[in-house]
C-alpha cells in the first residue's frame, strides 16, 4: 500500500537558520504530495502541494519539489522564524476508487528559538 | 476562500451523554471527511461523504454516527463514547472526484473532545 516516511524530529533550529524536512513516499499510481502544518492548538492547513513530477509547490517561502527519480518531496525554507514552529506532515492522495484518500507521515516538530 | 468552520471548538461529555459535532464549508465541495487526531499523532480517517452519500467507513465504532445533511454540511452525532475517543476530531472538504489530481482536502480548525 501506499506510505509515507518523514526524518525523524523534533528538530529546533535558530531563528534565520535554513530548514530542510525529509519526505519519502511509496506510491503504486502517480499520487499529489502534499505538505500540511498544524500550529499549536489548531488544525491542519495547507502549506503547498504538487501535483506531477517536477513540479514546484511554494508557499510562505517554503518550497518542496515533486521527485518522481527519488520519490521524495523535501521541504525546505531559506530563513525560518520563530512563527515557523509547528508540527510539519507530508502526505500523499492517491485516488482509489471514488475519493482521493490522504496518507499522512508521522509529522515532526519544528521548534524555532529566537 | 478556504474555509472550513467546527463548532463547538471544546467538548466535554460523560460516558452516557450525547453530543453532536458540526462542520460546514461554503466553497462548493462535494467531498467531506471526518478524521480523528490524538497527541502527535498524524489524522486518522474515520468517515468520506461523496456527493453527500456515504463513500468510506473506516471500520469506525457505532458510537460514532456521521450525517451529512446537504453539500455544506456534516455532522458527526456521538453517544457512549469512552475516555479513550478523547482527541481532536477535524472535518475537511474537498473538490471530490471530478477534481481528479488537483483534489485537495482543506481542513478546519477541529473539535477537542473530552471523554470523562
Known amino acids: 500500500g501506499d506510505s509515507v516516511t518523514q526524518m525523524e524530529g523534533p528538530v529546533t533550529l535558530s531563528e534565520e537558520a535554513f530548514l530542510t524536512i525529509n519526505c519519502t513516499y511509496t506510491?503504486?499510481?502517480?499520487?499529489?504530495l502534499f505538505w500540511y502544518v498544524q500550529y499549536p492548538g489548531e488544525g491542519l492547513q495547507l502549506l503547498l502541494k504538487a501535483t506531477k513530477a517536477d513540479d514546484k509547490g511554494s508557499n510562505k517561502g517554503f518550497e518542496a519539489t515533486y521527485r518522481k527519480e527519488t520519490t521524495s518531496f523535501h521541504l525546505e525554507k531559506g530563513s525560518v522564524q520563530v512563527s515557523d514552529s509547528a508540527v510539519y506532515f507530508c502526505a500523499l492522495s492517491d485516488r482509489t476508487g471514488a475519493n482521493s484518500k490522504l496518507t499522512f507521515g508521522k509529522g515532526i516538530t519544528l521548534s524555532v528559538r529566537p | 476562500d478556504t474555509e472550513v468552520t467546527q463548532t463547538p471548538k471544546h467538548l466535554v461529555m460523560g460516558m452516557t451523554n450525547k453530543k453532536s459535532l458540526k462542520c460546514e464549508q461554503h466553497m462548493g465541495h462535494r467531498a467531506m471527511y471526518w478524521y480523528k487526531q490524538k497527541a502527535k499523532k498524524p489524522p486518522e480517517l474515520m468517515f468520506v461523504y461523496s456527493y453527500e452519500k456515504l463513500s468510506i467507513n473506516e471500520s469506525v465504532p457505532s458510537r460514532f454516527s456521521p450525517e451529512c445533511p446537504n453539500s455544506s454540511l456534516l455532522n458527526l452525532h456521538l453517544h457512549a463514547l469512552q475516555p479513550e475517543d478523547s482527541a481532536l476530531y477535524l472535518c475537511a472538504s474537498s473538490q471530490g472526484i471530478f477534481a481528479g489530481v488537483f483534489d485537495t482536502q482543506y481542513f478546519g480548525p477541529g473539535t477537542r473532545l473530552t471523554v470523562l
Open positions: 506510491a503504486t499510481g502517480y499520487p499529489s
